[in-house]
């Protein structure tokens, strides 16, 4: 099994910026990709930017120039850094990581991180 667990969410103002971190442990062989997805208040759960294990990057175009993804295959941690951020960036941001351990290969989930951006 892999447990993830994400930090660093809070209330930020507008223009201001955050970093999320997420940290992978467990009996983990190899972890593949790692997305950031969000959910604002009463809206489906969206792909917010993904890494590869190549450290290939994609992004939503809602915070594309914004928000940056980075990984750090050695601590098995996954990294969010939102700049210049705006009211429609709040939301629940999740963790997501696709790795192989010594059972299995699976698709797990961190518990979520509370992000509001307010004045």
């Known amino acids: 099994q892999v447990q993830l667990v994400e930090s660093g969410g809070g209330l930020v103002q507008p223009g201001g910026s955050l970093r999320l971190s997420c940290a992978a442990s467990?009996?983990?062989?190899?972890?593949?990709?790692m997305n950031w997805y969000r959910q604002a208040p009463g809206q489906d759960r969206e792909l917010v930017a993904s890494i590869s294990s190549g450290s290939g990057t994609k992004y939503a175009g809602s915070v594309k120039g914004r928000f940056t993804i980075s990984r750090d295959n050695a601590k098995n941690m996954v990294y969010l850094q939102m700049n210049s951020m705006k009211a429609e960036d709040t939301g629940v941001y999740y963790c997501?990581?696709?790795?192989?351990?010594?059972?299995?290969?699976?698709?797990?989930w961190g518990q979520g991180t509370q992000v509001t951006v307010s004045s």
């Open positions: 997501n990581v696709g790795a192989t351990t010594r059972t299995a290969l699976g698709d797990y």
């Open positions: 467990g009996s983990i062989v190899s972890i593949h990709f």
